[in-house]
């Protein structure tokens, strides 16, 4: 995919210009915490596909082996990597100028789900990381 995004003020900019690996909703009480939001869609890439082109993304390291990336200006958070799988990149899914290039696959962290958030569409759902987690 060749797609574009940023963040809500427009100070930061991306591109992607890879196959994205998979998409799906975290429910983990971090990604809650960081975007005040019940649940956070991500799309994994390879992080060679991915480029920031405008701006300086500020960085907050949420667990002791992730980082999280986000605007230092308007505080949309943009992505996500962890220093033990360095080959890959999450990013927020409706950072994305267009999000409906790709769609979410599954709901991982359901442990933690907001108990008033109903899921109703057929995708699976595992308390943790789930089976794809790398
Ligand atoms: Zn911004
Ligand atoms: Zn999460």
């Not at 900019?13 to 005040?36: K, N, T, W």
């Not at 943009?78 to 990149?89: H, S």
Request: net charge negative.
């Amino acid at each position: 995919m060749h797609q574009q995004g940023g963040c809500l003020c427009g100070n930061i900019r991306y591109v992607i210009d890879a196959e994205p690996i998979d998409a799906g909703f975290c429910h983990c009480s971090l990604c809650q915490r960081a975007s005040g939001a019940p649940a956070v869609a991500w799309m994994t890439l390879p992080y060679t596909g991915f480029s920031y082109t405008e701006g300086k993304v500020a960085t907050y390291p949420s667990s002791e082996h992730y980082q999280r990336e986000f605007c230092p200006r308007c505080g949309t958070q943009l992505a996500f990597r962890a220093q033990t799988e360095p080959q890959f990149i999450d990013i927020t899914l409706c950072s994305l100028d267009d999000n409906t290039a790709m769609e979410p696959g599954y709901h991982i962290w359901c442990a933690s789900k907001a108990p008033w958030l109903h899921l109703n569409d057929d995708l699976p759902q595992y308390p943790d990381a789930g089976p794809d987690s790398y």
